[in-house]
């Protein structure tokens, strides 16, 4: 997997385990799920995203998106 996959499956887990959280315990859960939205519609824009910064350093095949 590169670099673009595992941002975009992780961020995708966050989001649901938000859903789950606040269906399940509290709405403000679903504040996460909207930092992961923002985040995701500003790293389009700018091609900053902390995750893939993370995941260059160890190692991570890089994909074309976060160069």
Same mark, same amino acid.
């Given at each position: 997997m590169n670099i673009d996959r595992v941002v975009m499956a992780f961020a995708?887990?966050?989001?649901?385990?938000?859903? #789950?959280?606040?269906? #399940?315990?509290?709405?403000?859960?679903? +504040?996460?799920? #909207?930092?992961?939205? &923002?985040? &995701? +519609?500003? #790293?389009?824009f700018t091609g900053f995203c902390p995750l893939a910064m993370i995941l260059r350093k160890i190692g991570v095949t890089p994909g074309t998106a976060f160069q």
């Open positions: 995708g887990t966050v989001v649901l385990a938000s859903i #789950a959280l606040g269906y #399940a315990l509290s709405p403000y859960w679903l +504040l996460l799920g #909207a930092f992961v939205g &923002l985040n &995701l +519609l500003q #790293a389009a």
